[in-house]
């Protein structure tokens, strides 16, 4: 817990000093008290006193005022929030090696189910676009909050030949683009990428990567599927190896300023989207919690006050 205003914090001084005030005039009054030299008859005339009753109200008085008090000092806590306005263009690969089955029941349909999960897990103001490619990428689903398009849109996916990840970053930074500036603002963006392979056409990694920097556009990298991975065509009579490149998306992440991620399987894949939607997603904000040291210093006059009227017929 921190606080928005910690020099209100000093007034607490001031409960301290009324505690002091307090000790010093229960000692007085009870210096006072010896003079009466007849202990005797001060027992039959006085009333049978409250003994440590009579200190309760004064003490729970006193833990109420530090209450306020550290209530107005606007007492915060972190607290995640959904974020607003953030915008996601989600690239996935199409290429024919997404067809291998070394991830169950294979690449391509468990890239297409986890994304699907990602998009629907995400924040309903956060807005995602989306990005097909193979030999070439193409928009799909322009950024929007409507989840059953982009869905839609994940199931259309087609396989393709070649792989052009350097297409489908300068795609996504175009629609990227077209997002509104609100109060001279830009809204923040990022790229997602789900790939298996290896840029074979197309503008290059380095010159989209690049672009995506100046752009201000961190792009976060899945390498997705295992190095044991083949596919199998007709003009070929042996299984073709189709191994994931981790050093070209690991060198994606890093020139943009985003995070590399490896899932060799869909469950990794699913705790992989899970953490890139909870970090971008959602932000880590400090919420004001006086409210609640406010209603617990109420709470606490009121007992003061019912315990004063039971024990002494009046209020403190």
């Known amino acids: 817990m921190t606080f928005l205003s910690p020099e209100r914090l000093w007034l607490l001084l001031g409960a301290v000093a009324l505690a002091v005030v307090y000790v010093v005039l229960q000692r007085h009054r009870r210096a006072y008290a010896v003079r009466f030299t007849n202990l005797a008859l001060l027992d039959q005339v006085a009333p049978k006193r409250p003994g440590w009753r009579r200190h309760l109200p004064a003490l729970l008085f006193l833990v109420a005022l530090s209450t306020l008090v550290v209530g107005f000092a606007q007492p915060a806590r972190k607290t995640r929030v959904p974020r607003e306005r953030a915008t996601i263009c989600l690239a996935i690969d199409t290429s024919l090696s997404m067809e291998a089955t070394d991830v169950t029941p294979s690449r391509i349909r468990a890239a297409k189910s986890e994304a699907k999960s990602f998009v629907n897990g995400l924040p309903d103001r956060i807005n995602v676009g989306l990005v097909l490619f193979n030999g070439n990428a193409s928009l799909v689903v322009s950024p929007t909050t409507d989840r059953d398009a982009v869905g839609r849109g994940i199931d259309s996916a087609q396989l393709g030949e070649r792989t052009a990840i350097g297409e489908a970053i300068y795609t996504c930074l175009d629609a990227l683009k077209q997002l509104p500036v609100v109060k001279g603002v830009q ?69 943009t300023g985003g995070h590399f991620y490896s899932a060799t399987s869909e469950s990794q894949l699913k705790g992989v989207y899970q953490n890139i939607g909870s970090s971008i997603g959602f932000i880590t904000e400090l919420q004001n919690i006086s409210q609640w040291f406010t209603a617990i210093a109420l709470v606490l006059l009121g007992i003061i006050s019912i315990l004063s009227l039971a024990w002494s017929q009046r209020l403190p």
């Open 187 to 255: 809204v923040p963006a990022r790229i997602v990428l789900m790939t298996d392979g290896t840029t074979n056409t197309g503008r290059s990694n380095d010159s989209a990567a690049a672009a995506a920097a100046q752009a201000k556009v961190p792009v976060s990298t899945i390498a997705f599927g295992t190095d044991a991975g083949t596919i199998t065509i007709p003009q070929e009579p042996v299984p073709i190896p189709v191994p994931v490149d981790h050093a070209a998306l690991q060198d994606i992440a890093k020139t």
